[in-house]
């Protein structure tokens, strides 16, 4: 017989977690898929998460599973490959809640487990496992496709980085380089000289006719210094980095060396349950409400799923949102169908 909840939780990131989290503690059955890819993997450690500034983000995650095993909800290590609408949840009894171990919780019936007709999804994991859900959330947050240059992927999170709020001030003052992805690249050059006052910005494949003169006016006022020339690798002593080399065999010394990956957002589930996206210049997020809400009635999106930008402090932030909204709706769904009977 196939297994119902009330709400299943596609990714097991900060978004997801902090959904179900919410959600447990709300009393509905839930349960949390997760693939284990979080997008912050690379990294020794987070930032600019008050009370956790500092924390591993493997450590972070781990304290999370914890927190909302407390609440009964069930987390699993698989994959979605599959998500269909309907399915029929009409008439699913409310039966009692699994993993609770406090007396006080333990035998918590879950009334939101039935549903209208019609109503709901059915979820199908890759280990062969079929569940069905009311609500989902997903949280499948992006991929970072990293430019084909010889050594960055070995180095990306720790002396090769993207973002300077999330490992600026642990590289303060030291030489940076900036690789050019595209022009719009300017704009982290830029950023990142709040850091250090030794940066170059090193365009790669962007020819120098493709900065404007305002971009070239700004980028020295910020005393960044530009280098034409493809890069051809990295040049790296004792596991630090130490250079950047050009494709003409220079090499400049450089102990930082910041990029934008290519963003490619994981949509796909999304986008077969007939979700409206939007484009970016970081590619195609779901349309959402200020709750998550996606075009698709009974989806919600959080996390990086449905941006670029979100750090971890965000998506926690819209997992909790997006929970609270969902369980208000199960709520007023209920009450409603009570009603017409």
């Known amino acids: 017989m196939t297994e119902k909840y009330a709400v299943v939780v596609i990714g097991g990131g900060a978004a997801g977690l902090s959904a179900a989290l919410v959600l447990g503690r709300a009393r509905h059955r839930t349960l ?66 699994t993993g609770v171990q406090d007396e006080e919780l333990s035998g918590v019936q879950d009334e939101s487990l039935s549903g209208a007709p019609g109503e709901g999804f059915t979820v199908v994991l890759a280990g062969g496992r079929t569940v069905r859900a009311r609500r989902l959330v997903v949280a499948t ?59 170059r910005f090193f365009l790669h494949t962007v020819a120098a006719e493709e900065l404007s003169d305002e971009e070239l006016r700004r980028l020295a006022a910020a005393g960044v210094e530009v280098v034409p020339g493809e890069v051809a690798g990295l040049v790296v002593e004792d596991d630090r980095l130490t250079g950047v080399r050009l494709a003409d065999g220079t090499t400049h010394a450089r102990s930082v060396l910041f990029l934008a990956p290519r963003a490619v957002p994981q949509t ?74």
């Open 32 to 97: 949390v898929v997760d693939a284990g890819e979080p997008r912050n993997a690379p990294a020794a450690h987070m930032q600019g998460y008050l009370t956790r500034d500092g924390m591993p983000p493997a450590e972070f995650l781990a304290l999370g599973r914890e927190e909302i095993a407390r609440y009964g909800v069930e987390l699993v290590r698989d994959r979605v490959v599959a998500v269909t609408r309907g399915e029929g949840l009409t008439g699913v009894p409310g039966g009692e809640r």
């Open 141 to 199: 947050g992006l991929k970072d496709e990293l430019p084909a240059v010889a050594g960055v992927a070995e180095r990306f999170g720790r002396d090769v980085l993207h973002c300077p709020f999330c490992h600026g001030w642990e590289v303060r003052d030291q030489p940076f380089g900036v690789l050019a992805s595209s022009p719009a690249s300017v704009h982290q050059a830029l950023m990142v000289s709040q850091w250090s006052n030794d940066v």
């Open 268 to 341: 796909g589930l999304l986008e077969g349950l007939g979700a409206e996206l939007h484009e970016t210049p970081f590619g195609a997020y779901p349309v959402v409400d200020t709750t998550g809400l996606t075009t698709v009635p009974g989806v919600w999106a959080a996390g990086n799923a449905i941006g670029f930008a979100e750090q971890v402090v965000h998506a926690a932030s819209g997992g909790y949102r997006a929970a609270s909204a969902i369980v208000g709706d199960l709520l007023m769904s209920g009450l409603d169908a009570a009603v017409q009977v």
